[in-house]
């Protein structure tokens, strides 16, 4: 699943679009290196967001096409 699309469903980023302006700005690293919208979410991958005061910090636990708001949250486990 796309980086953008993954941010989306898993509601860490609100919407799509400004989850791929975040990549494009160079907000949004994986694995210790930015990111593009495009890159292949795995499971076991670390992201960090720097949006706003403090950044998120997030390891990707499973990788669901759909999820509902209550779901939503257990695609990812937050670190620091």
Do not use: F, Q, W
Not at 48 to 61: F, R, Y
């Amino acid at each position: 699943m796309r980086l953008d699309k993954y941010l989306k469903i898993s509601r860490i980023i609100k919407r799509r679009t400004i989850a791929n302006e975040a990549c494009d700005a160079g907000r949004v690293i994986v694995n210790g290196k930015p990111a593009r919208a495009s890159y292949d979410v795995k499971i076991g991958d670390v992201i960090e967001i720097s949006l706003g005061a403090h950044p998120i910090k997030a390891e990707v636990v499973s990788i669901n096409e759909y999820a509902k708001k209550d779901e939503a949250s257990l695609m990812y486990k937050m670190l620091s």
